[in-house]
């Protein structure tokens, strides 16, 4: 079964902090993704990447940064934490780019910016 | 219109009713389509995928309907565990880019 682990379950930051959040995939998937779920707009892409050091932005990747060093492990970074980033982010991986590659999800970070 | 769409409900049934959602998706060159599973401050997780064929896992059946762009989730005998957000998962036409709906709210009562 696909493991998705990430870091932190809750976070409490202040404005202006940096901040990481970490997520690592023990299935040797190729694809990894970070996404933030807020009510009423349901999940968001915020950036993604296909392979190691690479990474292409979603769909609102202002305010956010990536890292992926080593295959299993893709970190999100808020460079500046802003109260509007507080939400829940999910990161999630998947086996191969192409059709019917289907998305495994960490158990989330909820995220407060205080 | 947006890519994808589906009734935020709630839909409130009983225990062992039939209850069926749809999503409709605005980008004819789509090929990959998931239901998604999301239950309260929780992960989403995977359902089914839907094949052009339709598919049936258990009490769950999936269908694709490519004319009308819609794609449907069938939900036989209810049981109080089904209580979940459901979440349609389209492909962005021709990449590979996956789009979530907002999700379909199910309430199962006894």
């Known amino acids: 079964d696909v493991k998705v682990t990430q870091s932190s379950r809750y976070l409490v930051k202040r404005t202006g902090e940096k901040v990481f959040l970490e997520c690592v995939q023990d299935m040797d998937h190729e694809n990894m993704f970070w996404y933030r779920q807020d009510p009423g707009l349901g999940l968001r892409l915020i950036y993604f990447?296909?392979?190691?050091?690479?990474?292409e932005k979603g769909d609102i990747p202002e305010g956010y940064s990536v890292s992926r060093e080593k295959k299993e492990r893709f970190s999100l970074i808020l460079e500046s934490a802003s109260t509007n980033q507080t939400s829940m982010y999910l990161c999630?991986?998947?086996?191969?780019?192409?059709?019917?590659?289907?998305?495994?999800f960490g158990n989330g970070t909820r995220l407060t910016v205080t | 219109r947006k890519e994808v769409e589906q009734d935020p409900g709630p839909f409130n049934v009983p225990e062992g009713a039939t209850v069926a959602f749809n999503c409709t998706y605005s980008?004819?060159?789509?090929?990959?389509f998931f239901w998604y599973r999301q239950d309260c401050r929780k992960e989403p997780k995977l359902l089914m995928s839907v094949y052009s064929s339709g598919n049936e896992d258990g009490r769950f059946t999936a269908q694709l309907n490519r004319a009308s762009q819609y794609i449907s989730l069938l939900i036989r005998d209810s049981k109080l565990s089904d209580s979940a957000t459901y979440l349609c998962v389209v492909n962005m036409g021709n990449t590979d880019k996956l789009i979530f709906g907002t999700g379909t709210r199910l309430q199962v009562f006894p």
């Open positions: 999630a991986s998947s086996f191969a780019r192409g059709y019917n590659s289907p998305l495994h």
């Open positions: 980008n004819s060159a789509s090929q990959s």
């Open positions: 990447s296909y392979d190691v050091k690479m990474k």
